[in-house]
C-alpha cells in the first residue's frame, strides 16, 4: 500500500532538539517537572480527583485509556492554556493490532513471516490512531512466549527471537514511520521490558526466572530490535525478573537498555506497577517505591500516582539528585518536541472519519489476514472448496462472533465490527444456502476484570439445558448439509492479560460436537479461532482439512472465505510449536541436545505417559501447491570467526496454482564454549511461486547469526566450530549442509 511517509527526514536535527529541550527544562519548577513523569488515567475504574483537575494543576504529562478525540483536545487545551508549565500532554492508549481497522492478532501477524505485511498493518493502525487524536500506542508488544498456556502469547510473535526481532523491528516502523514525529504516525512502545513471558508455570503475572544467557540469546533480541529501529519508548514488565520487579530493575533499565544498547527515549511503568513495588514486597512504603523506581530508570509511572505524590519530597530532601529528576523529564519534553506537539496541540475532529473510511485500510486487513492464516491439514486436497457447492452447514458458536473474529486487546471503547466468518461464507457464496447453528457456547470457567472493561467480555452462561439443544440443533443442521465448516476454538476474552489456561483443549464441549459431526461421514472443515496453540489432537487425526485462522480481524470473515474457496492460497507458518497437552508446555523447538537425544531408547521415553513431541511444529504451514528445495550451497566450506558465508537454496513450485512458501534456515553449532539449541532460525522469506517457477533465496551467515552469549565465557563469543545447517519449510527441515568455522 501507499506509505508516503516512510522514507522521510525528521524535522529536528538531534542537537535542536536538545537545544529546545534544554531551554523548557529552565522554564520549569520542581514541579512542574514531576508532573511530566506522571500519566494518568482518565478512565472511570482509576481513583483520584478528575483528569480536568490534575491537569489544570501541571500534576500529569500524559493521559492514558481515554479515546475521545473532543475530550483530548478538552484536556489539550487545559494543558497549553491553563496548566502552569503550559507543556502539551501525550494521549497514549494500547492500539494493539489496528484501531478501528482491526487486524489479526499480533501472534497471527508473526504467522505471515513477513515484515512487510506486518508493517503497513501497523502504519495503518498508526494513522487512524493518530487521526484519532492518540500520539503514543503501547505496542508492539516483544515478549518471547514459549508456553501456551499464558494468555498473553496471542499478543506477541510467539517462541522465537530471530523472527521475533524481525517482526518487532517491523512493528516499529509501522507505527512510527521512517523517524519519530513523522505525520500521521505514532510513537511506539516496547513492551513489557523484560522476559514476563517465561513466568512461572505461564501464570500471568507470576515470577520469572532467566539466566543471563536466556535473556540475552532468547528474550532481550526483540527488544534490541526495536531500540534499533529507533523506538521512542519502553514499558517495564510487572513481574519480579530474578527477584527483582522489572520496574524497578536498574540492571535492565540502566545498565542493559541505556548504556550498552544506547536507547535514547523514555520508559513507562506498566499500569499500577510503581505503586506495587510495595504489594511486590520489594519497596518498603510509597515513597520508597517511587525513590527505587527512578533511580532504576523508570521515568514514567503509568498511573498509580506514587511520583506525584512523593518525587517533589524526594528531591528537595537529598535523597534523589536532581539530575536524576532532570535527565527523566529531558526524554519525555524531547518527544514532546519530535512529535510537533508544541506547535500542533490539537487534533482536527473531522479527520478521523476520512481516515477510517480509506478503502485500503480494508484491503490491507484483508490481504493481512489471508496471509496469516496456516493450513494445518488437507488430506485428500479436501480444499479448496468448489464454488458450486449447494448446501453447506456452518457450526459453531464463534462463528458469527464480531468479538472472537476481531480477537484479544480491543482498543479501549471499540465496538467490535468485523465480517464473521458466516457473513465472510454468505458473501462467497450468495447462491448456496449456507445453514448456521451455533451449538453450545462456551465460556471461561473463571471471569477476570477485564471481562467486564474489554470487548469479547462477559456473557451470561447458557444453562446446561439450554447447551444440550444448542447441540442437537447443530447435529440436526448437518444432517441437511452437502459439508460442514466447523469453527471452534476460543473466545477473544480467553487469550490475552489475565486468560492464562492450564488446559490447551477446546473449551467447552466443541470436540464433543466436532466428533459426533465428524461421525455423520460427510465431510467437515474445521477452521480454528484462537489466540494461543491449542491442543486438537483428535482434529488432527480425524478432520480432513484444518484451518488455523487466528483472530483475524475486522475483514476475518472475508478472508476464511478467499482461502476456502481458493481467492487466495494459504501460506502461513506456525510462529510456535503446538504441543499436544497444556501439562508439555513449554515446549519450543530450540531447545538443547541432551546426553540422551529423544529418537535413542536408552533414557527415554521424557513421559511415560504420553510422548511430548509436538502436535504441529515451529515453522509448520501447508499449501494448495507443493515446493521442492534444491541446490543448497554455501558459498564457502569454511570460513573464519567474524567472517560471513551465504547460503543458498532453489525454490520451486511443482504444484499447479500459485503458491507461497516460507524459505526458512535453521542452524546447529556442534561444540564450543557452551552448548548451544539442537536448532535455531537464522534466516526466512516469503516469496510468491507460479506453478513450475523455480527462484534462488539466499541467506547470509555471519558473527550476528553466529556469535551468541556465552555463560562460560560470560560475554559475546563466536567460535571456532562446525555448523550444521538445513533448509526447509519447517523447523523439521531435512536438506542439510555444513560451514566449518575456523580462528
Ligand atoms: C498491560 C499493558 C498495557 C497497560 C495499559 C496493563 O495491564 O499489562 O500491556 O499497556 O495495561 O493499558
Not at 506522571?38 to 479515546?67: C, M
Not at 535492565?252 to 504489594?279: H, K, M, P
Request: aromatic share 8%; with cysteine; net charge negative.
Amino acid at each position: 500500500m501507499d506509505n508516503p511517509d516512510t522514507t522521510g527526514t525528521a524535522p529536528w536535527s538531534d542537537a535542536d532538539v536538545r537545544a529546545r529541550v534544554e531551554a523548557l527544562l529552565k522554564t520549569l519548577s520542581l514541579a512542574e517537572k514531576v508532573g511530566q513523569l506522571v500519566q494518568i488515567g482518565a478512565a472511570d475504574f482509576v481513583p483520584g480527583p478528575k483528569p480536568e483537575v490534575v491537569i489544570r494543576q501541571g500534576g500529569a504529562g500524559s493521559v492514558l485509556w481515554l479515546n475521545d478525540t473532543k475530550r483530548f483536545n478538552a484536556l489539550q487545551k487545559i494543558a497549553v492554556e491553563e496548566s502552569p508549565s503550559k507543556i502539551p500532554l501525550l494521549f497514549a492508549l494500547d492500539v494493539i493490532h489496528g484501531y478501528r481497522t482491526i487486524f489479526p492478532v499480533p501472534l497471527a501477524l508473526a504467522a505471515s513471516w513477513d515484515p512487510a505485511t506486518i508493517e503497513g498493518a501497523q502504519s495503518v493502525a498508526a494513522q487512524e490512531a493518530r487521526a484519532a487524536g492518540l500520539h503514543w500506542t503501547f505496542a508492539p508488544m516483544l515478549d518471547i512466549a514459549r508456553d501456551a498456556r499464558w494468555g498473553r502469547i496471542v499478543e506477541g510473535a510467539g517462541e522465537d527471537p530471530y523472527l521475533g526481532a524481525a517482526v518487532a523491528a517491523a512493528q516499529v516502523r509501522g507505527f512510527q514511520g521512517a523517524y519519530l514525529g513523522t505525520p500521521g504516525r505514532v510513537v511506539a512502545c516496547a513492551k513489557h521490558f523484560a522476559g514476563y513471558g517465561a513466568s512461572d508455570g505461564g501464570r500471568d503475572y507470576d515470577p520469572v526466572y532467566l539466566s543471563e544467557n536466556q535473556l540475552r540469546n532468547v528474550y532481550f533480541p526483540p527488544f534490541r530490535a526495536a531500540v534499533d529501529a529507533g523506538v521512542g519508548t519502553f514499558m517495564s514488565a510487572y513481574m519480579d525478573l530474578n527477584d527483582v520487579p522489572a520496574t524497578g530493575n536498574r540492571w535492565l533499565l540502566r545498565d542493559i537498555l541505556r548504556g550498552e544498547w544506547g536507547f535514547g527515549g523514555f520508559v513507562v511503568s506498566d499500569a499500577f506497577a510503581v505503586g506495587n513495588l510495595v504489594t511486590q514486597g520489594f519497596a518498603h512504603d510509597a515513597r520508597d517505591a517511587a525513590q527505587r523506581a527512578l533511580s532504576a530508570g523508570l521515568d514514567v509511572d503509568m498511573a498509580s500516582s506514587t511520583y506525584l505524590d512523593h518525587l517533589t519530597g524526594l528531591i528537595e530532601d537529598g535523597t534523589i539528585p536532581l539530575e536524576v529528576l532532570d535527565d527523566a523529564v529531558r526524554t519525555i519534553l524531547a518527544v514532546k518536541v519530535r512529535l510537533g506537539l508544541f506547535e500542533q496541540p490539537y487534533t482536527d475532529e473531522g479527520l478521523l472519519a476520512d481516515v477510517i473510511a480509506r478503502p485500503e485500510h480494508r484491503a490491507e486487513a484483508r490481504r493481512a489476514a489471508q496471509r496469516s492464516m496456516v493450513l494445518l491439514r488437507n488430506e485428500g486436497q479436501l480444499l479448496p472448496l468448489s464454488k458450486s457447492l449447494k448446501h453447506i452447514t456452518v457450526i459453531g458458536s464463534l462463528a458469527n462472533s464480531k468479538e472472537a473474529t476481531e480477537g484479544s486487546w480491543m482498543v479501549f471503547g471499540h465496538v467490535p465490527a468485523a465480517v464473521t466468518i458466516l457473513e465472510g461464507l454468505r458473501a462467497k457464496l450468495p447462491d448456496a444456502t449456507i445453514d448456521y447453528a451455533p451449538g453450545p457456547e462456551i465460556n471461561r470457567d473463571i471471569p477476570s476484570w477485564f471481562e467486564s472493561a474489554m470487548a469479547g467480555g462477559s456473557r451470561a452462561s447458557q444453562s446446561p439445558e439450554d447447551a444440550e439443544r444448542a447441540y442437537q440443533a447443530a447435529l440436526a443442521t448437518a444432517q441437511r448439509a452437502d459439508l460442514i465448516i466447523m469453527v471452534l476454538g476460543e473466545h477473544a476474552n480467553m487469550s490475552g492479560e489475565a486468560a492464562s489456561r492450564a488446559s490447551l483443549d477446546l473449551p467447552g464441549r466443541q470436540e464433543e460436537l466436532l466428533k459426533a459431526v465428524v461421525a455423520l461421514g460427510k465431510p467437515v472443515v474445521l477452521v480454528l479461532l484462537n489466540g494461543r496453540p491449542l491442543s486438537i489432537n483428535w482434529a488432527a487425526d480425524h478432520v480432513p482439512a484444518i484451518l488455523e485462522a487466528w483472530e483475524p480481524g475486522t475483514e476475518g470473515g472475508h478472508a476464511v472465505a478467499d482461502i476456502l474457496f481458493g481467492d487466495a492460497n494459504p501460506g502461513g507458518k506456525l510462529p510456535v510449536t503446538f504441543p499436544r497437552k497444556g501439562s508439555h508446555a513449554p515446549l519450543y523447538y530450540a531447545r538443547n541436545t541432551t546426553h540422551s537425544p529423544e529418537e535413542s531408547p536408552l533414557y527415554n521415553p521424557r513421559y511415560w505417559d504420553g510422548l511430548p513431541t509436538p502436535l504441529y511444529p515451529f515453522g509448520y504451514g501447508l499449501s494448495y501447491t507443493t515446493f521442492a528445495l534444491t541446490n543448497l550451497a554455501v558459498s564457502a566450506p569454511q570460513v573464519r570467526v567474524g567472517d560471513s558465508a551465504s547460503v543458498t537454496v532453489d525454490v520451486t513450485n511443482t504444484g499447479a496454482v500459485a503458491g507461497d512458501e516460507v524459505v526458512q534456515l535453521y542452524i546447529h553449532q556442534r561444540f564450543g564454549s557452551d552448548s548451544r539449541p539442537m536448532r535455531e532460525l537464522k534466516g526466512f522469506e516469503r516469496i510468491t511461486l507460479q506453478p513450475g517457477e523455480t527462484r534462488p533465496v539466499s541467506f547470509q551467515l555471519g558473527p550476528a547469526e553466529l556469535g551468541y552469549w556465552s555463560t562460560n565465557a560470560g560475554r559475546w563469543v563466536q567460535d571456532a566450530t562446525t555448523i550444521d545447517l538445513w533448509v526447509g519449510s519447517d523447523s523439521r527441515a531435512t536438506l542439510h549442509t555444513q560451514l566449518v568455522v575456523t580462528v
